[in-house]
């Protein structure tokens, strides 16, 4: 079992930056691929961002590409998204997800999920 808790999100105007966390529970998160998606209301959960367990492979969407950097520290369990040049688009509650080993950018192959934070991005 994995358990995820993110955090750092907010409030913002255009043009500026955040860092999301997230936080899981376990011995084994270094064994997992750790994925950011997102979701705005009345659309449908995206991908986001995608880093492979060893953090050796990273892969983001088109619309965030450049702007965000996903990251691992598998010492304290923990994946960063930075955001940077945020744009009211941007807005949605991020989730953070774990699936064992393979990498993917498909929501659904993920097995374990977070509560979300919130990032709004007003203009």
């Known amino acids: 079992q994995v358990q995820l808790v993110e955090s750092g999100g907010g409030l913002v105007q255009a043009g500026d930056s955040l860092r999301l966390s997230c936080a899981a529970s376990?011995?084994?998160?270094?064994?997992?691929?750790m994925g950011w998606f997102r979701q705005a209301p009345g659309k449908e959960r995206e991908f986001v961002a995608v880093?492979?367990?060893?953090?050796?492979?990273?892969s983001y969407a088109d619309s965030v590409k450049g702007r965000f950097t996903i990251s691992r520290d598998n010492a304290k369990n923990t994946v960063y998204l930075q955001m940077t040049s945020l744009k009211p688009e941007d807005t949605a509650v991020y989730l953070c997800?774990?699936?064992?080993?393979?990498?993917?950018?498909?929501?659904?192959?993920?097995?374990?999920w977070g509560q979300g934070t919130q990032v709004t991005v007003s203009s």
């Open positions: 997800a774990a699936r064992f080993r393979y990498y993917s950018t498909t929501a659904s192959e993920y097995n374990y």
């Open positions: 880093v492979r367990w060893s953090g050796t492979t990273t």
């Open positions: 376990g011995r084994t998160f270094s064994s997992y691929t």
